[in-house]
C-alpha cells in the first residue's frame, strides 16, 4: 500500500502545483496550459509505471519531467498557430475596413458624377 500512498501524495502535490499556479492572477497561455498537461499526464503514468517496479517517487519524477517536455513542445505549437491566426484576422479585418472605404468613395462619387 505504500506505493499507492506515494501515487496519492504525488499527484496531492501535482493538484496544489496547478492550484497555485491558476491561482497568480493572470490566465493560463496555452503554453503553460500544454506544459502542465504533459507533466500532469506524465507523472501520473510514471508512477504508476514505477510503482511496477518498486519506485513510484522516481517514476513519477521522471514522467513529470519528459511529459513536461512534450506538453511545452505542443503547447508552444499550439500558442504559435493561435497567435498567427489572430493575426491572419486582424489583417482580414483591415482588409474589410478598406474595401467599406472605397465602396463608399465609389458610391460618392458616382453620386457626385450623376449630379453633374
Known amino acids: 500500500m505504500k ?5 496519492a501524495i504525488g499527484f496531492m502535490c501535482l493538484v496544489v502545483l496547478i492550484g497555485v499556479t491558476a491561482c497568480g492572477g493572470q490566465p493560463l497561455s496555452t503554453r503553460e496550459k500544454g506544459t502542465l498537461g ?3 499526464i506524465g507523472a501520473a503514468t510514471g508512477a504508476i509505471i514505477g510503482a511496477a517496479v518498486g519506485s513510484p517517487g522516481a517514476g513519477a519524477a521522471i514522467g513529470g519531467a519528459l511529459g513536461g517536455v512534450g506538453g511545452f513542445a505542443v503547447g ?5 498557430r493561435e497567435q498567427q491566426q489572430a493575426q491572419t484576422q486582424a489583417q482580414i479585418a483591415q482588409q474589410q475596413r ?3 472605404r472605397q465602396h463608399l468613395e465609389i458610391q460618392r462619387l458616382r453620386a457626385q458624377q450623376e449630379a453633374s
Do not use: C, R, Y
Open 76 to 80: 508552444n505549437s499550439m500558442q504559435n
Open 38 to 40: 504533459g507533466v500532469g
Open 3 to 7: 506505493s499507492w500512498k506515494q501515487i
Open 98 to 100: 478598406q474595401l467599406e
